[in-house]
C-alpha cells in the first residue's frame, strides 16, 4: 500500500509550483470570425497557449446588419496580435457562406502548418426585429451566416481532421439565445438553437476519429455587436439620448451576477480549455458563459 512522506505529502505535492505548460503547444487552430470581438479574442487566446492560427473574416458589411462589421485593417490587427505571441498565423478574407472559400482556407492552413487540431467555428452577425416584420434578407442572412456558415465550417475542417487522425476539438458558438428565446430576435435564437442540433450531431459522429464537438453560449459579450449605436436604439427606444452607462443598467437587469455583460476574454478562457486536453473527454456539451443570463 502506497503511504505518503513528508516530501511525498499531498499538501507538498499541491503546494509545490509547476511550471506553466501550454495548453495547445504544437496545434494549429482554424478560428472564424476572427477579425475582433470574441474571434479576435479566441485567436489570441489560442496563440497566447502554443497554437498557430488560421484566421478568417470577411471583412465587410452585410446588407441587413445595422452596425460595421469587421474590416481588412481588423483582420491585419489579428494577425498581428498572434505574431506579437511568437505563433505563426494564416489570415485571410473569406465569407463562411461559401462553401469553396473556406474549404480553400483550409486546405492552404494544411499545406502552410501541416496539422488541424482545433476548429472555432464563431463567425456571427445580429439583428432585431418582430417574427412578422422580419425581412426576408434579413431572416436568410442570419440563417446563412449564423447556421449554415456553421456547418459549412465543420464541413470545411471535419474531413481533414479525420485523415490526420490525431483526434482535435471543433467549438461552436452559439449563444444563450440558442438555449431559450428572446423577444424581437427569433432569427437569431432559431439560429443559434440550430447550432446545438449541429453540435450534438457532429459530437456522436466524428466521436470514433476522437474528435470533441461541444458549444459554448455566450449572454451578452462587450463587443461591437451589442455596443454600437443601433443596439442602444434598438434596446432603449424610450430615450432620446442614449449612453453606454444606461445601457450597462438596463443590461445588469438580464443577469444574476451584477455585471452588464462578460468580456472576450472570458469566452475565449472557455474555448482553450475545450480545446485543450484538459477537456479530452468532454464531448456534446452546451457551456453557457453567461453571468447567469439562463437562471433568469
Known sequence: MWTAGAADSLEFVALRKVPHMPRVEGKVAFVTGAGRGQGRSHAVALAAEGADIIAIDYCRNVRSVEYPLASSA???????L????GRQVLAVEADVRDPKAQADVAAEGLRRFGRLDIVCANAGIWSGGMLTDLSEDAWQDMIDVNLTGVWRTIKATAPIMRELGNGGSIILTSSAGGLRGYHSTGHYSAAKHGVVGLMRTAALELAPDMIR??????GSVGTDMILNDFAFRYFMPDLEHRTKEEFARRAQTHNVLPIPWVDPIDISNAVVFLASDEARYITGVTLPVDAGNLLK
Open 82 to 85: 498572434i505574431e506579437a505571441q
Open 74 to 80: 481588423d483582420l491585419k490587427e489579428t494577425a498581428n
Open 213 to 218: 464537438v461541444n458549444s459554448i453560449h455566450p
